[in-house]
């Protein structure tokens, strides 16, 4: 069983910075998959970013390539999502989640892909 918490959501002006944190349980964090999902109010929950393993493979959705980075500390059982240059269609909960099996990136990128999730954290982007 792996349990994850996020933190570090809140409120941020357009342009500003926040730096989602997601602290797992398990021994064996260094071979999850890590993901990063944001749902909008009436909208579904969709993919934001992926870590594997080490972190040397990382994916992306579109609209946040170069304004949003995913990294993970396997010593502190930890994955962040650095997020920059914020814009207010970026106001969503964000969720952590986690998988021990690697697929490929059409599998990891839908919510389907993992089996364990956090709550949620709240990001809100004011224009």
């Known amino acids: 069983q792996v349990q994850l918490e996020e933190s570090g959501g809140g409120l941020v002006q357009t342009g500003g910075s926040l730096r989602l944190s997601c602290a797992a349980s398990g021994r064996t964090f260094s071979s999850y998959v890590m993901g990063w999902f944001r749902q909008a109010p009436g909208k579904e929950r969709e993919f934001v970013a992926a870590?594997?393993?080490?972190?040397?493979?990382?994916y992306y959705t579109d609209s946040v390539k170069g304004r949003f980075t995913v990294s993970r500390d396997n010593a502190k059982n930890t994955v962040y999502l650095q997020m920059n240059s914020l814009k207010p269609e970026d106001t969503a909960v964000y969720y952590c989640?986690?998988?021990?099996?690697?697929?490929?990136?059409?599998?990891?990128?839908?919510?389907?892909?993992?089996?364990?999730w956090g709550q949620g954290t709240q990001v809100t982007v004011s224009s």
């Open positions: 989640a986690a998988d021990t099996t690697a697929q490929a990136m059409g599998v990891m990128s839908l919510p389907s892909g993992y089996e364990y």
């Open positions: 870590i594997f393993w080490s972190g040397g493979i990382r």
